[in-house]
């Protein structure tokens, strides 16, 4: 199948991400650098991958989601184009306005570095279609800015249109987030944006392979 | 075409945690200043830009601000002290 992950100044997980989802879908994905003002031909998902994308200036994600091939990620996933960012790629969703909400300065301050527990909230995404609500599974986080935030208005319309795709365990949460948000869907569910990293744990060398079934949903996704 | 100066002034909502802040208040407790109620932390932003006239540069500071400099989920901005500074360049 035909991915694209996306590559800007300061992406640094784009290589594990390919490894993960050459090894899931047997194919090698393209690299669209940022510059870009459209996807290669063909293309069934776009995938936005971890990093510090322009060194993270003025607001994590701020500036990449301004990129040029931005406008036409976001077209493709108002067209329903399955997108999954990952750690700085949801950061990147989020400031583009493709996910609502805001992702913050970890309450404690600190870059965390660890496994924690998630519980998944919703399979309504196609990538999370390989679990079912409430499984959880232990997923590493890196980051210094996951503490999602959101008006109480919008914590509510995430509950009710069942947005809220991953949370942390309860004790779990590293970063402060409102509600233990880990990851949200759009509306439509083609849009996931989650702070861990499941290419971390994907291949065979990786301490488990569970993140792998959130990139198997894309091979179910492609239509 | 005038330019205009004028400072931007991006500060958290009302309510949004402000982590970094505080921090800075409690590292200022610990140097002994007492009485500190709360410290809220922003960005400032000094620009120039040419524009027709002072509307126009208004205008221009606040799109920029809504498109990419303030995130309005959290952030609120305001437009400083926007002053010409040469009646042409």
Redesign the interface.
Known sequence: MALAVIQFPGSNRDSDMVEALAHVTGTKPHLVWHAETSLPAGIEAVVLPGGFSYGDYLRCGAIAARAPVMTEVAKRAQQGLPVIGVCNGFQILIEAGLLPGALMRNANLRFVCKTVDLEVQSNRSRFLEGFDVGTRWACPVAHGDGNYVCSADMLARLQDTDSIALTYASGSNPNGSVANIAGITNEAGNVLGMMPHPENISLPHQPTQVGARIFEGLLHAAA | MPTYEARLIITLKQG??D??GQ?SASALAGLGFEGLQSLRQGKVMDLTLEANDEPTAREALSAMCE???A?T??EDYQIDGLAQTSATS
């Open positions: 949004v945690l982590p970094q921090a498109k990419l400099l995130n989920v959290i």
